[in-house]
């Protein structure tokens, strides 16, 4: 199934804009897009609804989960009303905990202390590569998990893991 995409500009801390170019619309007014490797390290919750304004109303381990909370939220209110006038209407409690339902939560409440998590859900051939040369007749489960060294599990998008066990597989021989 195709996803159309849209642009989509994030309002950062402080003021700073940050383009998305693959935002997929849920609602008028609502998008869910992958947030920038390059931003928010210690956020292991990748996923977003973003308002048309740019702001962020929720964040989530995985692309499901955000497209669920999205759909869920939609009916609520009219988002493409202004954040002013949105602010004075919406029930946060009641948003908050129809997110809840769909395992979002509110901005920055996944973050870890330290450590950098943007690469969550993503492999790159390296990993891959790397997985199965160790893997010495291991499972291929045993090669995921030998993985966490290299990758980061917290919030997966089950595509990516799909994909990735796949490949170990093939790659190492493993079933």
């Known amino acids: 199934m195709s996803v159309d995409t849209v642009p989509y500009t994030m309002r950062g801390k402080q003021g700073a804009a940050y383009e998305i170019e693959d935002a ?7 998008v869910v897009f992958r947030l920038p490797g390059d931003l928010d390290l210690n956020n292991p ?3 977003n609804i973003g308002h048309c304004s740019g702001y962020i109303v929720a964040e989530a381990m995985t692309r499901e989960f955000i497209v669920a909370g999205a759909n869920a939220i939609a009916p609520l209110y009219d988002w493409t009303r202004d954040v002013d006038s949105l602010t004075e209407e919406i029930d946060t409690d009641k948003v908050l905990a129809t997110l809840g339902k769909h395992h979002c939560g ?3 409440t ?5 450590g ?5 859900g993503t492999y790159t051939d390296a990993d891959i590569e790397q997985a199965a040369a160790a893997s010495d007749g291991m499972s291929a489960h045993d090669i995921l998990l030998a993985m966490t060294n290299t990758v980061p599990w917290m919030g997966l998008d089950t595509n990516d893991f799909n994909e990735a066990h ?10």
Do not use: K, Q
Request: no cysteine; proline share 3%; aromatic share 6%.
């Open 24 to 30: 997929t619309e849920i609602a008028p007014g609502l």
């Open 45 to 47: 919750a990748r996923w």
């Open 106 to 108: 509110a901005v920055h």
């Open 110 to 114: 996944h973050g870890y202390l330290r």
């Open 116 to 120: 950098d998590v943007s690469r969550n």
């Open 166 to 175: 796949d490949r170990i597989a093939t790659a190492a021989g493993a079933a």
